[in-house]
């Protein structure tokens, strides 16, 4: 796994015995669940949170996303998700992730996700609607 930089932000979680399947691995929709929990990590790292963007009347949905299963993990394993920016372009923005599994010493999942900004239910620029947090994220690249 490669380190933190200033660019990436690094989210801790041990898997959870609720998170797993039958097989008593972690069931495949929990990635998901973790890609949203470091990305709002990371964001409060960039000192602009979620949920200030939020009070704003600015969300960020989802718009694309992909996850590719490596590795399995199990319950009571502790993961590392790096996260860093992808692509910008001030109408879209899209994120990395790399699951390491310090239990085994494993990178067990990777993953990006895609996300458009939406205000009244209309597509922004947020170099005009939030000029700050555009910067904070070009910044970032």
Same mark, same amino acid.
């Given at each position: 796994?490669?380190?933190?930089?200033?660019?990436?932000?690094?989210?801790?979680?041990?898997?959870?015995?609720?998170?797993?399947?039958?097989?008593?691995?972690?069931?495949?929709? &929990?990635?998901?669940?973790?890609?949203?929990?470091?990305?709002?990590?990371?964001?409060?790292?960039? @000192?602009?949170?979620?949920?200030?963007?939020?009070?704003?009347?600015?969300?960020?949905?989802?718009?694309?996303?992909?996850?590719?299963?490596?590795?399995?993990?199990?319950?009571?394993?502790?993961?590392?998700?790096?996260?860093?920016?992808?692509?910008?372009? @001030?109408?879209?923005?899209?994120?990395?992730?790399?699951?390491?599994?310090?239990?085994? &010493?494993?990178?067990?999942?990777?993953?990006?996700?895609?996300?458009?900004?939406?205000?009244? @239910?209309?597509?922004?620029?947020?170099?005009?609607?939030?000029?700050?947090?555009?910067?904070?994220?070009?910044?970032?690249?």
């Amino acid at each position: 796994m490669k380190e933190e930089s200033e660019k990436t932000y690094t989210y801790y979680r041990k898997a959870q015995y609720h998170e797993t399947d039958q097989m008593g691995i972690i069931h495949h929709s &929990n990635y998901v669940k973790w890609m949203e929990e470091a990305r709002i990590g990371y964001m409060s790292r960039m @000192g602009f949170s979620y949920k200030k963007v939020e009070e704003l009347g600015v969300i960020s949905p989802v718009v694309e996303i992909s996850v590719a299963y490596r590795k399995q993990v199990f319950f009571d394993d502790e993961i590392r998700i790096r996260i860093g920016i992808k692509q910008y372009n @001030g109408i879209s923005l899209e994120f990395n992730y790399e699951f390491f599994n310090a239990s085994r &010493n494993e990178i067990c999942t990777t993953a990006y996700s895609r996300h458009c900004f939406l205000k009244d @239910g209309k597509l922004i620029a947020l170099k005009k609607e939030l000029p700050e947090l555009n910067r904070i994220i070009t910044d970032c690249l």
